[in-house]
């Protein structure tokens, strides 16, 4: 299914009028306060998130799955739905494959369509969380930690191979994940699954290509209930530091204990200049995968005021791999990702607003009251039709929800891809 531009313009013709009156307002207000409006819109323009490939289909947990009907059923139509998702927001603009549930079968196809669509390949991740079928290892014990050297080969062998696909399609990231850990006391030691990990990343990292990039990614529990090896930021802070210049740590929202401050993470990461890339969702209890911004938006603020910070500050730190990772439970994931990606141009939004200068001085001088009250009135600005204004001088869709019911985009995939196609992956 493809989107025509008309379609776009005809569902815009619906809230033009109100959105205009509104942006001029808030355009006005902002500009008597001595913010630059065009230079925000231009900044929200730029500001591309990548959907990871195994995000189009309903996902689950281990009591069921439920689906969505019309999942998108091969790489392809993957590519078309993020198409889709991207035509509507301006804001998904690359795609983040999953080694090996997405494999193109023909190269050339894949990236003639990306192109088309106008989608760029970001990091690729690997896999040695679960067995495949015909490999010869198993990793239930652990991949790249396990104790025994023919298990932390293949692992080490999956990753160089993820690095090869990703070659051919013109990523420049590789992200690694690791399950490995323990579910029991005594059954891991520590400093050993630690060195194999070490050790198996810096072969990895010699595989690297000099314009790559190797991203950490760090997990307290899940699947392992006991430890994990790379558990924090500090680990994965270690596990780059050693391995080199071009390996960097990656946080995902959902990866903490509950009330971590997530927030001064990212920002002593990126003071060190080691943050390479960031995973949203959002989570009341633990790796939760809910849709960005749905439960702690206000957490999520104070995040993006801490990564604009480091992004004008920290110029030794390099431009960050963003990729939404989340899990569609009960929702259309089409419209899962379209609140997800409203979210995050939200909370940039409001901390492009933080007046920098002015909180630096309300801190110097030790007023903690100022200080909160200037985040807060940034926090507290409504700063939708900025990102509408933006999205519809690129061409995109005022309100991307209320377009994609209008034009009954589900309804169509149902039509053209069957009720029961199911995506691969989770
Ligand atoms: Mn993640």
């Known amino acids: 299914m493809k989107i025509k531009q008309s379609h776009i313009q005809d569902t815009n013709s619906k809230s033009l009028q109100s959105h205009e009156e509104s942006f001029d307002f808030l355009a006005d207000k902002l500009n008597n306060k001595g913010v630059n409006v065009n230079n925000l819109i231009a900044k929200l323009k730029e500001f591309q998130v990548a959907i990871p490939s195994w995000a189009l289909g309903a996902g689950g947990t281990r009591f069921g799955r439920f689906s969505f009907y019309g999942e998108p059923s091969s790489l392809e139509q993957k590519l078309e739905d993020i198409g889709l998702l991207n035509i509507l927001t301006q804001t998904a603009g690359a795609i983040s494959l999953h080694i090996p549930w997405d494999i193109p079968e023909d190269y050339n196809?894949?990236?003639?369509?990306?192109?088309?669509?106008?989608?760029?390949?970001?990091?690729?991740?690997?896999?040695?969380?679960?067995?495949?079928?015909?490999?010869?290892?198993?990793?239930?014990?652990?991949?790249?930690?396990?104790?025994?050297?023919?298990?932390?080969?293949?692992?080490?062998?999956?990753?160089?191979?993820?690095?090869?696909?990703?070659?051919?399609?013109?990523?420049?990231?590789?992200?690694?994940?690791?399950?490995?850990?323990?579910?029991?006391?005594?059954?891991?030691?520590?400093?050993?699954?630690?060195?194999?990990?070490?050790?198996?990343?810096?072969?990895?990292?010699?595989?690297?290509?000099?314009?790559?990039?190797?991203?950490?990614?760090?997990?307290?529990?899940?699947?392992n209930f006991y430890s994990t090896v790379i558990q924090d930021w500090g680990t994965s802070f270690m596990l780059a530091d050693e391995c080199g210049d071009r390996a960097f740590s990656l946080v995902d929202l959902g990866h903490h204990l509950p009330n971590s401050n997530i927030e001064q993470i990212v920002s002593i990461l990126m003071l060190k200049g080691k943050l390479g890339g960031f995973h949203f969702n959002d989570s009341k209890y633990g790796d939760?995968?809910?849709?960005?911004?749905?439960?702690?938006?206000?957490?999520?603020?104070?995040?993006?005021?801490?990564?604009?910070?480091?992004?004008?500050?920290?110029?030794?730190?390099?431009?960050?791999?963003?990729?939404?990772?989340?899990?569609?439970?009960?929702?259309?994931?089409?419209?899962?990702?379209?609140?997800?990606?409203?979210?995050?141009?939200?909370?940039?939004?409001?901390?492009?607003?933080?007046?920098?200068?002015?909180?630096?001085?309300a801190q110097n001088k030790n007023d903690v009251v100022a200080c909160q009250e200037i985040l807060q009135n940034a926090y507290r600005t409504d700063v939708r039709p900025l990102i509408q204004q933006a999205r519809f001088i690129s061409g995109g869709a005022i309100n991307p929800l209320q377009a994609y019911r209008l034009l009954n985009i589900r309804e169509e995939l149902i039509k053209e891809r069957g009720r029961h196609s199911v995506a691969t992956g989770l």
């Not at 010869?136 to 690095?163: M, P």
């Not at 399950?179 to 072969?203: E, H, V, Y």
């Not at 939760?288 to 480091?310: M, S």
Request: aromatic letters at 10%; hydrophobic letters at 35%.
């Open 109 to 223: 196809t894949i990236k003639e369509l990306a192109n088309s669509l106008d989608i760029k390949f970001d990091a690729v991740n690997s896999n040695t969380f679960q067995d495949q079928k015909k490999s010869k290892e198993s990793y239930k014990y652990g991949s790249l930690s396990n104790t025994s050297e023919a298990v932390r080969q293949q692992a080490i062998q999956h990753n160089i191979d993820v690095i090869n696909i990703g070659k051919k399609l013109g990523s420049k990231s590789l992200t690694v994940w690791l399950a490995d850990g323990s579910c029991f006391p005594g059954q891991n030691n520590f400093q050993t699954a630690f060195q194999n990990t070490q050790d198996s990343l810096k072969s990895i990292y010699k595989e690297l290509p000099n314009d790559w990039k190797m991203l950490i990614e760090y997990k307290p529990f899940e699947p």
């Open 288 to 361: 939760d995968d809910l849709t960005v911004g749905c439960i702690k938006p206000y957490a999520l603020f104070l995040i993006f005021n801490e990564l604009v910070y480091g992004m004008e500050n920290n110029t030794r730190n390099p431009d960050l791999a963003w990729m939404i990772d989340a899990s569609h439970n009960i929702k259309d994931p089409i419209e899962d990702l379209i609140q997800s990606l409203e979210a995050i141009q939200e909370a940039y939004a409001k901390a492009l607003l933080v007046d920098q200068n002015e909180l630096k001085m």
